[in-house]
């Protein structure tokens, strides 16, 4: 039966690709939409992004919507490890050791490079007022390694993540998530969803009988592992178009998540908190990240003076999440300077944009200097 509903709809898409393309044409579209291959930047998954960092961001320095904090808050981590799905892609003759290293590059080197960043910053503002201390410093390292925002010891928390890098522990989650996700996909292949579903188990149980966050997110990592698998699911069907032929399916889609969030809360993953179920907790984030994809896809087809400036913002996260508390502070300061307190609402609202404008701005100077090297020595 599914067979038959999946070779209905190729043909249906076939019909809408007009009499105009090749058969050899067709089949290559069609093809590329239903294969795991290499996708076209999609700008409605970038603008998704943006909207997730930008809550994340608003969380940060404190903006209160009301309710609408429960509800944003439902989703704006988790819906990173689905997107991080629909754009899931592996070689079939990649080994685990090149697909590890291809997301150790992207992930873990900018992770260590911030944190050396702030590192030395702090190492350097505690010289200047005389108040360095060796086991403060090794605190700071032992954090940077770790990936996580504090370690119990019995009753006892001890915060490690203190020097303005602690929203970077998502880094090693989502490489964490990545690398297993991956590993999965090459032993596996398409019997993956049987490891998807045990480790999701392990760690569920772990997360009701270890009372301590795991080094580099891995606890959340499994956790996440149905959400990945979702959404690269998705990337091979048209839900977009799935969701204008069923009206009925977006209406009940909010609802679900308004009542699940209600009865469930929100969540915060980063101290393993997923309210009163974390089965209750995937549903919202599948939920609420389905419905920001289908507002960002809306968003992007029918208001695009909005849509490029987000589409610009989804594509430089990274550089947002691991830089914008140290933005946020240099805000605040010159606030004070000025005679404006930090909890202004209008300070708090153009820290926001700052802390999107300042990473991208320098992220895209460090581009061009590079091409800008690079064509130096092709000139050479």
Request: hydrophobic fraction near 50%.
């Amino acid at each position: 039966m599914k067979r038959r509903e999946k070779k209905n709809q190729i043909t249906n898409e076939k019909q809408e690709i007009g009499n105009e393309m090749t058969e050899r044409e067709t089949k290559k579209v069609i093809t590329e939409k239903y294969s795991n291959t290499p996708k076209k930047r999609k700008g409605y998954l970038d603008i998704a992004k943006a909207i997730g960092v930008i809550i994340v961001l608003m969380n940060h320095i404190g903006l209160s919507l009301g309710k609408g904090n429960t509800y944003l808050g439902a989703f704006y981590v988790s819906e990173f490890f689905l997107l991080a799905g629909m754009t899931f892609y592996i070689k079939p003759e990649e080994t685990s050791d090149s697909f590890v290293t291809k997301k150790a590059k992207r992930l873990l080197i900018p992770y260590f490079g911030y944190s050396l960043f702030y590192l030395l910053w702090y190492g350097v503002s505690q010289m200047r007022s005389g108040h360095i201390h060796a086991l403060d410093i090794q605190r700071k390292i032992a954090g940077i390694c770790y990936g996580r925002n504090f370690f119990n010891i019995g009753t006892r928390r001890i915060y490690m993540m203190e020097i303005m890098n602690a929203p970077m522990w998502f880094l090693l989650a989502l490489f964490s998530c990545l690398v297993i996700y991956g590993i999965l996909t090459i032993l596996m292949k398409d019997k993956k969803w049987i490891g998807v579903v045990l480790l999701t188990g392990l760690g569920i149980v772990l997360q009701y009988t270890v009372k301590m966050l795991l080094p580099w997110g891995i606890d959340v990592a499994m956790i996440m592992l149905p959400l990945m698998y979702v959404g690269e699911r998705l990337a091979k069907v048209d839900y977009i178009g799935i969701t204008r032929r069923k009206l009925w399916l977006l209406p009940l889609i909010a609802f679900l998540f308004v009542g699940v969030v209600t009865w469930n809360g929100p969540g915060n993953s980063s101290v393993n908190d997923y309210g009163r179920s974390v089965f209750l907790f995937l549903i919202a984030s599948f939920c609420g990240t389905i419905l920001c994809v289908i507002f960002s896809y809306y968003l992007e087809t029918y208001l695009h003076f909005l849509a490029k400036p987000l589409m610009i913002v989804g594509r430089y996260t990274m550089e947002i999440l691991c830089l914008h508390l140290f933005v946020f502070a240099i805000v605040s300061t010159i606030a004070g300077i000025l005679g404006a307190g930090s909890e202004n609402t209008g300070v708090k609202i153009v820290a926001v944009f700052i802390g999107l404008a300042v990473p991208v701005l320098l992220k895209s100077m460090w581009i061009r200097i590079l091409d800008m090297l690079k064509k130096g020595k092709n000139n050479e």
